[in-house]
């Protein structure tokens, strides 16, 4: 069934007006006619089964609720803090952070980061991938759209007050905890909120190891084998979301 985002909707009125390129998309592109049913979401964990009532032109449609959807079990709140890798991998990063369950991600831009947006790049960046986890919600089923925040420099980030206190960073150190006895004492801590870091392609510099210890940040092992940026995320959040949620 299509899935078409409809913020700040009212799924207690039956009428529910759609415009725009959620409207378009399903008009033109899933060529969706009066009488087909689909699944509408706020993005704020709210769904519901609607029928295409009227379509006016081909960016705008009138539907009407049929029946609310109940809402998907609570996940344990994933903050993924990532230095932003080369190429198009944060839009698969941000595609596959959606469907293992990420509530936001953190771009970071590292002394080792390659990729590095500049000033009037920020906002833009920040907005594609954004799109990239919205259209990963339509399609994963997820109801609760993650917040993809602008890339921000590694100092500004260790100096934040509002992110889990459970603080882990992917690190590649001898003193590296191992995942699996962190999160079994966060599990048996009661932790369900986390924020994971993780390294661009060259690591952590020895100066922003240290600069993250004092902010607090536990340095834990994905085991001896080098991952890429990208795979240390997929496992990262995978392993999160088995044991705290």
């Given at each position: ?54 379509a006016e032109g081909n960016s705008a449609m009138q539907l009407k609720v049929l029946r609310l ?57 920040a907005a594609k991938w954004q799109r990239t986890v919205l259209e990963a919600c339509k399609q ?36 590296a905890r191992p995942m699996r006895e962190t999160l079994e004492a966060a599990r048996a801590g ?56």
């Amino acid at each position: 069934m299509h899935r078409c985002y409809t913020p700040g909707a009212d799924f207690a009125t039956p009428s529910l007006p759609v415009e725009g390129e959620e409207a378009r998309h399903a008009l033109r592109v899933m060529r969706l006619r009066p009488g087909d049913e689909l699944e509408v979401f706020d993005g704020e964990g709210h769904s519901a089964v609607a029928q295409l009532v009227q379509a006016e032109g081909n960016s705008a449609m009138q539907l009407k609720v049929l029946r609310l959807l109940p809402e998907l079990p609570p996940v344990a709140q994933i903050t993924l803090a990532i230095a932003i890798p080369k190429g198009a991998n944060m839009d698969l990063i941000a595609q596959k952070a959606v469907e293992l369950g990420a509530c936001r991600i953190i771009p970071l831009v590292t002394e080792r980061t390659i990729a590095r947006p500049g000033a009037g790049e920020a906002a833009a960046k920040a907005a594609k991938w954004q799109r990239t986890v919205l259209e990963a919600c339509k399609q994963s089923g997820v109801n609760r759209i993650p917040m993809v925040e602008p890339p921000q420099p590694f100092p500004h980030f260790l100096q934040r007050t509002d992110l889990p206190v459970l603080k882990l960073q992917c690190a590649i150190t001898p003193t590296a905890r191992p995942m699996r006895e962190t999160l079994e004492a966060a599990r048996a801590g009661g932790h369900r909120a986390a924020v994971f870091l993780i390294g661009p392609e060259g690591d952590f510099s020895p100066a922003e190891y240290t600069a993250s210890a004092v902010a607090g940040y536990a340095p834990i092992s994905l085991g001896p084998i080098i991952l890429r940026v990208e795979t240390a995320a997929f496992m990262a959040l995978s392993a999160a979301r088995y044991a705290l949620d």
